[in-house]
């Protein structure tokens, strides 16, 4: 067997806070798959929350972050997509652009830290399709979803900015697609796919924020996908925790189960709905789990 | 939710620009931080509007119009504008700029102006606080950490609050009112 691939796991802040299924499921598929997650010390949150407040935060903050990957000799995969895009691009910045490395490293140096740009970050998605392969994944598959139609929803922080993610293409991303095609399930195409989930303005704007939640399981059910599937702890908690709330908001009922997509991708490697923390989900999930 | 966010505003309903209120400064001012220099570059297209979520849905936020305002250097207007924290950070704005705007990032260097000037909504005075108190944007309690152990997750880790305070108190400069 071919060595395991070893990455530092950067939970975040909303899993820990709020979505522990997305990480138990992740925990159990990606053994599977050759990736040895190793925990992260003393990690803080990546510094995104904060950004519109102040910038230099949230560089400081992820920077941090970056800097026990790079004492530790590992790259960070992360499951929220937040969290992947603000380490990335602090990574590149500061790799780049010397003047601003030097600001954030006199920030780092009253904590006896130094960026020096020898570590990498991506989100699950990334590394799924360029550490593990897609013909790694198939070959895990064990009882293929064969029959069950979901709709993805990547969000925007795994695909934009694309000067920062780059390995997809924004305006038709195909990587998540490809992944729920390796379970067996079919991945249906729907209105304004890479619309935004709506989270990120919940305590600026609910009204603004349920509305674009809302007109997106609106054209999910328009196509009838009995699921959809997330790869971000935020855009999850939009559809799944905030569904009862959106769905008496408009008057309109979804009914709509929201699986992580390690969920959906354990459910075809022949883990039990319970090993996965299905039953955690706001939205009933028991039907998809009967259909594997 | 449209309107000024502070009391201290003084800009009225007035369609017209009151040119008392035009600061030329301001866009330099704008462009001398780190992702602001693009304002220049817009030309008012409005791929930006056209592709925003938000403006969809809300009455007041239109991306091409807070860029021209802070163009024209209206600067009270624009950083006491509620509108200006309505932006979701989805990037389809930069995507999409024919002209290579950092459109999404114009918007965050205004927004860090209005901290600046002491606009501050309170959900960051909430984030920044629990971030200086445990390392985490919110605060996890208990039960969290006890459903951890029951799913068989490992435990936490305790943040570095020291240094994570540091780097708060160093790169906010109390810009940011402590809760």
Not at chain 2, 20 to 38: C, I, L, Q, S
Request: glycine share 6%.
């Amino acid at each position: 067997m071919a060595e395991s691939k070893k990455f530092l796991m950067f939970l975040g802040c909303t899993i820990p806070y709020r979505v522990a299924s997305y990480e138990v499921s992740a925990r159990k598929v990606l053994p599977k798959l050759g990736i040895e997650l190793v925990e992260m010390p003393d990690f803080n949150c990546c510094g995104l929350p904060v950004d519109p407040a102040n910038h230099e935060t949230t560089l400081a903050l992820s920077a941090r972050n970056l800097c026990i990957a790079e004492q530790m000799k590992l790259p960070i995969v992360t499951l929220c997509t937040g969290c992947a895009t603000t380490l990335r691009k602090t990574n590149k910045l500061l790799k780049e652009d010397k003047e601003l490395r030097e600001t954030v490293n006199s920030y780092l140096k009253a904590i006896d830290m130094e960026f020096k740009g020898t570590t990498e970050a991506k989100h699950l998605v990334q590394m799924l399709k360029e550490d593990v392969g897609y013909d790694k994944i198939k070959s895990t598959i064990q009882r293929p979803l064969t029959g069950l139609t979901v709709a993805e929803h990547s969000g925007c922080h795994l695909l934009r900015p694309t000067k920062v993610a780059g390995y997809d293409d924004p305006e038709n991303p195909q990587t998540l697609k490809d992944l729920i095609g390796l379970t067996g399930a079919t991945c249906l195409d729907y209105i304004d796919e890479p619309e935004c989930c709506g989270y990120t303005v919940v305590a600026i704007d609910e009204k603004v924020s349920l509305a674009l939640a809302h007109e997106k399981l609106h054209h999910i059910k328009d196509v009838g996908a009995q699921a959809m599937v997330t790869v971000c702890p935020s855009c999850h908690l939009m559809f799944d925790m905030q569904q009862a709330r959106i769905e008496k908001a408009f008057n309109e009922t979804f009914k709509l189960p929201v699986l992580h997509y390690t969920q959906l991708l354990g459910l075809a490697m022949g883990f039990t709905p319970d090993e996965l923390a299905l039953k955690e989900l706001r939205v009933d999930a028991s039907k998809i789990a009967n259909l594997t | 939710m449209c309107g000024a966010l502070t009391e201290k505003s003084t800009e009225t309903s007035s369609k017209n620009v009151d040119t008392a209120r035009v600061d030329p400064a301001f866009k330099r001012e704008v462009m001398n931080e780190h992702d602001g220099e693009t304002l220049k570059k817009c030309f008012q297209c409005g791929t930006c509007t056209s592709s925003c979520p938000t403006a969809r849905f809300s009455d007041c936020y239109r991306p091409r119009t807070v860029l021209r305002m802070a163009q024209l250097g209206l600067r009270n207007k624009v950083l006491s504008s509620s509108a200006l924290w309505l932006c979701t950070a989805c990037f389809t704005c930069t995507d999409r700029c024919p002209q290579g705007v950092e459109v999404a990032s114009v918007l965050r260097v205004l927004r860090n102006l209005a901290v600046k000037k002491g606009v501050v909504p309170q959900v960051f005075i909430e984030l920044n606080s629990s971030i200086n108190d445990t390392g985490y944007a919110y605060r996890i309690p208990d039960i969290r950490h006890r459903k951890r152990a029951e799913a068989g997750l490992p435990p936490l880790p305790k943040a570095n609050c020291k240094d994570v305070s540091k780097l708060l108190e160093l790169t906010c400069k109390g810009k940011i009112p402590k809760k």
